[in-house]
């Protein structure tokens, strides 16, 4: 069956959903635009200003412990306007202690690269020069 469709959202566990919504809104374009607690945890839905991606984080009453979903080459990815903004970024992410991998050109399509490791110790790659 073919039917119009589009990605929506990836969903991702954390242990401290605070930490990880600070976290985003520090290091991405991503801001929170929904919130919600039950009896079960808590839920919040990160996205950029166009909602083109909603990243929705769901934290456990009993979730103690970083879950790493994302890792060791899996990662989201995000976009920047020059290599300064990666250095600049991952200067930022080295003083804060979550620098996972250091800035590097990689061959095309890949371009200019680093990534930062969420509370979770999730991956997160900023690029420049990657079309998608």
Known sequence: IVMPARLT???LPCHDLDATIEWYQRYTPLREIHHRQDSEGAVAWLSSEDHGM???FI??????EP???LGPLAHLGVSLDSTDQVDLIAERGNQDGCLAWEPKLEPDPVGYICALADPDGNLVEFSYGQEL
């Open 54 to 56: 909603v990243l929705v």
């Open 9 to 11: 959202h990836l969903a």
């Open 67 to 69: 879950l790493p979903i």
């Open 59 to 64: 934290q456990k009453n009993d979730a103690d």
